[in-house]
């Protein structure tokens, strides 16, 4: 049985014939909060089922397989909206690198907390001074004398679902200032609830308060805590951006693609004028859809991710903006930015798909530097 289930094709016929016997509809509650708890419903239905185990490894509390599993159960998820893409993103993002890097007992212990909604786990990389600029990072770490932990200071910014998390993923320095910024860099998985932590909510213009300002102060993490050894930390970067850079964008696409199809739905019968703007909507969403199964492959057959992956994200960016520009264009009224309805909040939130998981601009500079070997900005 389980075997079979490693099958794509047979994983996605099984899972559908699944959903279609346990019903998994939100409730009418649209505040991140209800989403939240409706993503945590979800998650704790599929592991109890076994679809949520499937693509992770067996060492860390999964069911194996190849990575494709987990990326059907993603798409057939978000793409139903039974589950939000943002929160459901962060599994993606943060998981695989942390299996890779946490000592073999952690990973077990925690993955399963994760993948079963017990829990929610967050991103502490960008700082104030610090987003573009990561390795420019300033929380410091430093070792206690005689004891083995270290004593953590500063303050990271935009950690999404920090509110609602227990676990973050968190760089810090923890090398004196003659040591080049990229060996200087440690990772610590911590639980946000050690005291000298502090979580505050931003308010967003659309919105849905999703990130938060995390400030450390005098935060004990025992060293048992670090993911790889000091001054892995821009390693474990380098390994985990990729992944936030494409792998995680398959279940948003089929979720950009369901609300492609509901616009089709509000304008349908305006002729031919929307002919163009839909036509190329299309292609956008296609076209990352391509890319984005192809690095799924990629990443099937062993490869590495790599700064190829920054190809997925200016194009998931420029889908997803030409989506809601096309709404804007197209949804009677012509007034998206000001109505008070689902449409107004994506189109706000697209905004931010060319500034999270690395810029726009930073990622043209990396294709153009790393991939076509043009030389430094
Ligand atoms: C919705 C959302 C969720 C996020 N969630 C998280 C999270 O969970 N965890 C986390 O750690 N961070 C998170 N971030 C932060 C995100 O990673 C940073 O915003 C991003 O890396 C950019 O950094 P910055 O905001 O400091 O902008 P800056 O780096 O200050 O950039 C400002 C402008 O300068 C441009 N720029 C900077 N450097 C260059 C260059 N070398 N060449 C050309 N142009 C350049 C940028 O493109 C940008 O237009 C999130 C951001 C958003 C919008």
Redesign the pocket.
């Known amino acids: 049985m389980t075997a079979d289930l490693h099958d794509p094709a047979t994983f996605r016929t099984a899972l559908r014939a699944w959903l279609a016997k346990n019903d998994l509809t939100p409730p009418d509650d649209h505040s991140l909060a209800g989403h939240m708890r409706q993503f945590a419903r979800v998650m704790r239905a599929l592991y109890d089922a076994g679809w949520g185990r499937y693509g992770w490894p067996e060492h860390a509390g999964g069911l194996g397989g190849p990575n494709m599993l987990r990326a059907i159960v993603g798409e057939e998820i978000v793409g139903r909206r039974l589950a939000e893409p943002g929160p459901y993103s962060?599994i993606e993002v943060l998981a695989p690198t942390m299996i890779d890097y946490a000592t073999a007992e952690l990973a077990a212990e925690m993955l399963p907390k994760m993948l079963s909604g017990e829990e929610q786990w967050?991103?502490?990389?960008?700082?104030?001074?610090?987003?573009?600029?990561?390795a420019s990072l300033t929380t410091r770490a430093v070792r206690q004398e005689g004891a083995d932990r270290y004593i953590i200071n500063g303050q990271?910014?935009?950690?999404?679902?920090?509110q609602f998390s227990h676990r973050c993923i968190l760089?810090t320095r923890t090398s004196d200032a003659d040591t080049p910024n990229h060996q200087a860099i440690t990772a610590f998985f911590v639980d946000l609830d050690t005291p000298g932590i502090t979580i505050r909510p931003l308010h967003?213009m659309h919105g849905v308060d999703?990130?938060c300002e995390v400030y450390f102060d005098n935060v004990a993490v025992d060293a048992s805590r670090m993911l790889g050894a000091p001054g892995d930390g821009w390693q474990l970067a380098m390994d985990l951006l990729p992944y936030e850079r494409s792998t995680c964008f398959w279940q948003r696409i089929a979720y950009l693609y369901s609300r492609f199809d509901a616009l089709i739905g509000e304008v349908a019968g305006q002729g031919e004028s929307i002919d163009t703007d839909m036509g190329e909507t299309f292609l956008a969403l296609h076209t990352l859809r391509c890319r984005s199964r192809a690095t799924q492959h990629r990443l099937a057959d062993g490869q590495k991710l790599g700064p190829d992956t920054s190809i997925d994200k200016v194009l998931l960016a420029g889908a997803e903006q030409r989506l809601y520009d096309t709404a804007r264009d197209l949804l009677p009224g012509g007034t998206i930015e000001l109505d008070g309805n689902d449409w107004r909040t994506e189109y706000l939130?697209s905004r931010?798909a060319?500034?999270?998981?690395?810029?726009?601009?930073?990622q043209?500079?990396i294709i153009a530097r790393r991939l076509l070997e043009l030389g430094k900005?």
Do not use: H
């Open positions: 962060m967050c991103q502490g990389f960008s700082e104030p001074g610090s987003g573009s600029d990561l990271k910014v935009w950690t999404s679902f920090a760089l967003t999703e990130f939130y931010a060319t500034i999270y998981g690395g810029t726009a601009e930073v043209r500079n900005e």
